[in-house]
């Protein structure tokens, strides 16, 4: 036994031996999605391939069986198997061969979770087992630990009329789950009416599943899909009716999802993946900052900036600046302190807690070694813009959710390490440059690594959320970005200066000076 054996397993490690169905909605297509989308690490082998789609199947070749039993014994020679689901078995020879093999597992000592979906009849109408098969199901059905019938297959396995009621449905399956020592799981999808119940039936009694019907004609391979499911679930969870909750749940989501996938015209295939909606998706940082391109540019652009970089900006309107900053950068630290308090992880509580005391630490001694006036650095007033960007950033630890938050923040960190980066090649030797201990802070690759620190947690945070949470996070990023641009533009004494400073400051403290008065 290699030590992989004996470690425990990271993931489930579940087999399909079904059938195939190449435009991927039903067969081994979708129990791998349905494996994927339960954490577990997928395998297959084919017993029949079919030539199909979402109107029907056109054709049907079932390989040896020699092939069959040479997939099988490649797989259990090598691999310990934790779930098995058995779909289409096409034949009684098929049959027989995967009996043989769980027998022949069994006798190896191994007892994967067996499921076992019955499958006779596509939900196109076309028949995908031999009627001589049926009894050889039966003898399948004695191996598994769940058996997964819908009403015509569960009709056929008790070898009654199809149940016209669901008590009637219940009944024949507590008879067969009876005859047979295995529990079942009888489906409701062939019932009309706006429900869709499924109910396990077992030696602990009958669990219920209720669901809406959802109205839709994408219901090709939900058979397939939820028994792939209930395998993948099963090894880790307490037992059926947990796994089959959970299981049920996914597949109600899964197939009022479906329609959004446009594959094919007829019977559409299920979304296997619709609970994971940024899989796939580029990262949110990229998407915003896309977003924010002209806001960047005009940043660049600024009188402002441009001076700042080379030097020529009046050393008035830089301390202008630099007065709102640490007024700024306050409550800034209070901000932070909050995303720490709501971070998902120590990770990113670790982050949000050093920034926030980074902020109070080494940010502001460049405030206090360049702002040689007491009140400028420990008080004054906060100009209409220098507000407005700190109510916002409050209001989004107020009222939002941590992804917002972190959202909001991100661009203190990622525009100026963006700013800072370019006026610093630009001014290349710092020396003797009247702000170069400013550029040097911002230029700094180790304030770029936070900066990009900072943004693999937004994006992991984004990853967690919905697409109206994920517009909220790119509507705080957008905003906090106009913010910035306004912040730096707002202490240019000349032309190109935001002028909604004089209308709106804050109201003047006692004794206080206003700063653009000064
Ligand atoms: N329109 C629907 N809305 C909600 N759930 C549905 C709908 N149709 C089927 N289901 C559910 O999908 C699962 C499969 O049910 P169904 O009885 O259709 O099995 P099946 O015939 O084996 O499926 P397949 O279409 O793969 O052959 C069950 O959980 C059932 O309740
Ligand atoms: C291969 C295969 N298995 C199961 C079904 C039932 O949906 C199907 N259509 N095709």
């Not at 079904?18 to 999605?33: C, S, W």
């Not at 019907?213 to 009716?241: I, M, N, Q």
Request: hydrophobic share 45%; glycine share 8%; aromatic share 6%.
């Amino acid at each position: 036994m290699s030590p992989a054996d004996v470690a425990r397993p990271r993931r489930v490690r579940a087999l399909s031996i079904a059938g195939t169905d190449p435009t991927g909605g039903a067969g081994i297509a979708a129990d791998l999605k349905s494996f994927a989308a339960h954490g577990a690490y997928g395998m297959a082998a084919v017993t029949a391939v079919v030539a199909q789609n979402t109107h029907g199947v056109r054709a049907v070749h079932v390989p040896d069986v020699e092939l069959l039993d040479a997939q099988l014994d490649a797989v259990s020679d090598d691999v310990v198997v934790d779930a098995v689901k058995i779909g289409m078995t096409a034949t009684a020879q098929v049959a027989q061969h995967v009996a043989a093999w769980l027998d022949r597992e069994r006798a190896r000592g191994r007892t994967p979770v067996v499921v076992l979906d019955p499958v006779m009849v596509a939900s196109s109408g076309d028949r995908l087992l031999s009627r001589d098969a049926e009894s050889r199901v039966r003898a399948l059905a004695v191996r598994a630990d769940l058996v997964t019938p819908n009403l015509p297959e569960l009709a056929v396995l008790v070898d009654e009329p199809v149940a016209a009621t669901w008590p009637m449905a219940l009944d024949q399956a507590r008879r067969f789950a009876d005859r047979c020592g295995t529990a079942v799981l009888v489906k409701g999808g062939h019932l009309t009416g706006p429900a869709s119940p499924d109910a396990l039936v077992g030696a602990a009694g009958v669990v219920e599943f209720a669901a809406d019907r959802v109205a839709t004609t994408s219901t090709h391979g939900t058979g397939c899909s939820l028994s792939a499911a209930l395998a993948a679930l099963r090894p880790v969870r307490a037992d059926w009716p947990t796994a089959a909750r959970e299981a049920k749940a996914w597949l109600t989501g899964a197939i009022a999802a479906g329609d959004a996938l446009l594959v094919g015209s007829g019977a559409g295939p299920v979304d296997h993946l619709h609970h994971l909606p940024a899989l796939g998706r580029r990262p949110f940082t990229d998407e915003v900052w896309d977003e924010v391109a002209a806001i960047r540019s005009a940043c660049d652009a600024l009188p402002f900036v441009r001076a700042l970089g080379d030097g020529t900006l009046p050393l008035t309107a830089f301390e202008d600046y630099l007065h709102q900053d640490a007024l700024y950068l306050a409550d800034y630290a209070r901000v932070l302190a909050h995303a720490s308090q709501a971070a998902p992880s120590p990770t990113a509580q670790g982050f949000f807690a050093r920034g926030a005391a980074a902020c109070l630490d080494v940010e502001q001694r460049l405030h206090e070694a360049r702002l040689a006036r007491a009140d400028r650095r420990t008080g004054g007033v906060r100009s209409a813009v220098t507000r407005a960007y700190v109510d916002h950033l409050l209001a989004t630890a107020a009222r939002g959710s941590y992804a917002e938050v972190v959202a909001a923040v991100l661009p203190c960190y990622w525009l100026y390490a963006d700013v800072g980066m370019r006026l610093l090649a630009r001014a290349g030797d710092l020396a003797g440059h009247p702000y170069g201990d400013w550029i040097a802070l911002y230029g700094d690759p180790e304030f770029a690594a936070r900066a990009a620190q900072a943004r693999a947690l937004v994006d992991d945070a984004a990853r967690g959320v919905d697409e109206t949470q994920r517009r909220l996070m790119a509507e705080a990023f957008v905003r906090s970005c106009e913010h910035e641009l306004a912040f730096f533009a707002q202490s240019w004494p000349g032309p190109g200066r935001h002028d909604e400073r004089a209308a709106g400051d804050e109201a003047v403290a006692p004794g206080r000076v206003p700063v653009a008065a000064t």
